[in-house]
């Protein structure tokens, strides 16, 4: 797995975290490398960097003045290692993309897989642009959309594209337009119920399928007081479960700081705790009489179910004794194999052509 690179004469280390067995998979893209060497002389320039997910610009700029936009909780961690390993301060001033910056200097990006998340964090530099603001957005060329030109379009009025450097390219964005106020909120009818999550968040036109087969074979029993809903996205599995039945509380779980953020928007604060936490930091073991999941494994354009596995770990550790743990699944992931080393009994209950939904039980 390669590991280092070298950016104005100073090697640097990067390790992606979480750690992964694929050894193809580095810790930073050539569109990140060809954002460096265009700001590579750009001296007295803030920066405020976007979708830096393993830290290599917070890395290589550590000596420049810079604000990093985090959007989750593994991001965090990642940047911090990184920092770490090149024996660089690890003091790094963190925004979300929904707070209000003061201004916007110079703004990089890797373009998010997300076209939503991407609008949202250019609506973000919009509002603290001033007439000198440049961004400066990498993307791998197999992955370009002409939506990155019309969603640009709307925000500034200088859209430039570099050429292709290693099948990596740079959308260059100047002279921000006039600021107009708006809310990137989708709004998802769901059992005549309107539920509410921000630009980026998975699933945005409607209840995603498999988390709509999950509710429709769950079953929320009366002894399960205490439930988590893992890698909860807006939240609709545990306004479910809070539906069926009034008594219990709920815990909400995401890597996403967006999708945690959604999720207070649909529950009620007094039945609900939120932690935004990618390995389930924070839960106590043995706690939960119930613990539901969608678990993702996509990460960003790659197939991953590393990610998966690791919170398969801690749920099992967190359930109650006899606790359920209730999932859904694509067919053509091989969950069984793993969650049969984790649990007394694991069972189907239920499958379609498409997805499969395991009980598992710990005793």
């Given at each position: 797995?390669?590991?280092?690179?070298?950016?104005?004469?100073?090697?640097?280390?990067?390790?992606?975290?979480?750690?992964?067995?694929?050894?193809?998979?580095?810790?930073?893209?050539?569109?990140?490398?060809?954002?460096?060497?265009?700001?590579?002389?750009?001296?007295?320039?803030?920066?405020?960097?976007?979708?830096?997910?393993?830290?290599?610009?917070?890395?290589?700029?550590?000596?420049?003045?810079?604000?990093?936009?985090?959007?989750?909780?593994?991001?965090?961690?990642?940047?911090?290692?990184?920092?770490?390993?090149n024996k660089l301060s690890t003091e790094v001033s963190y925004k979300t993309p929904l707070d209000t910056l003061n201004k916007v200097d110079v703004a990089l990006m890797k373009i998010p897989k997300s076209l939503e998340l991407f609008e949202l964090f250019l609506y973000q530099i919009q509002q603290a642009a001033n007439e000198k603001t440049e961004v400066i957005c990498g993307f791998m060329t197999k992955y370009f959309s002409t939506t990155y030109l019309k969603i640009a379009a709307h925000y500034f009025e200088v859209i430039e594209q570099t050429k292709a450097w290693k099948k990596a390219r740079l959308l260059i964005l100047k002279?921000?337009?006039?600021?107009?106020?708006?809310?990137?909120?989708?709004?998802?009818?769901?059992?005549?119920?309107?539920?509410?999550?921000?630009?980026?968040?998975?699933?945005?036109?409607?209840?995603?399928?498999?988390?709509?087969?999950?509710?429709?074979?769950?079953?929320?029993?009366?002894?399960?007081?205490?439930?988590?809903?893992?890698?909860?996205?807006?939240?609709?599995?545990?306004?479910?479960?809070?539906?069926?039945?009034?008594?219990?509380?709920?815990?909400?779980?995401?890597?996403?700081?967006?999708?945690?953020?959604?999720?207070?928007?649909?529950?009620?604060?007094?039945?609900?705790?939120?932690?935004?936490?990618?390995?389930?930091?924070?839960?106590?073991?043995?706690?939960?009489?119930?613990?539901?999941?969608?678990?993702?494994?996509?990460?960003?354009?790659?197939?991953?179910?590393?990610?998966?596995?690791?919170?398969?770990?801690?749920?099992?550790?967190?359930?109650?004794?006899?606790?359920?743990?209730?999932?859904?699944?694509?067919?053509?992931?091989?969950?069984?194999?793993?969650?049969?080393?984790?649990?007394?009994?694991?069972?189907?209950?239920?499958?379609?052509?498409?997805?499969?939904?395991?009980?598992?039980?710990?005793?």
């Open positions: 797995m390669e590991r280092n690179i070298k950016f104005n004469t100073t090697e640097f280390t990067l390790e992606r975290y979480p750690k992964t067995k694929d050894k193809s998979l580095r810790a930073w893209s050539n569109a990140e490398l060809l954002v460096l060497e265009h700001v590579k002389d750009y001296k007295n320039r803030e920066f405020h960097l976007y979708n830096d997910r393993f830290g290599v610009w917070n890395s290589t700029l550590h000596n420049r003045k810079q604000t990093t936009i985090w959007t989750y909780a593994s991001q965090q961690k990642a940047i911090k290692q990184n920092l770490s390993i002279s921000p337009k006039s600021f107009e106020k708006k809310e990137l909120i989708n709004k998802i009818l769901w059992k005549e119920e309107v539920l509410k999550q921000y630009y980026g968040v998975f699933s945005s036109e409607r209840i995603d399928i498999g988390t709509q087969f999950l509710l429709s074979n769950l079953e929320v029993r009366k002894n399960e007081k205490k439930i988590l809903d893992v890698a909860a996205g807006n939240g609709v599995i545990a306004y479910t479960a809070l539906q069926r039945n009034k008594m219990v509380n709920v815990t909400l779980v995401d890597d996403f700081n967006l999708a945690i953020e959604s999720s207070k928007l649909n529950l009620p604060k007094e039945k609900s705790q939120f932690i935004c936490t990618d390995i389930m930091d924070g839960i106590e073991n043995d706690s939960y009489d119930l613990i539901v999941s969608n678990p993702p494994f996509h990460f960003e354009y790659e197939n991953n179910i590393e990610v998966s596995l690791n919170l398969f770990n801690k749920i099992a550790n967190s359930l109650k004794e006899n606790g359920r743990f209730v999932m859904v699944a694509n067919k053509h992931l091989n969950y069984k194999t793993h969650l049969d080393l984790l649990f007394t009994a694991v069972t189907v209950l239920a499958t379609n052509s498409k997805f499969i939904i395991y009980e598992c039980i710990k005793q």
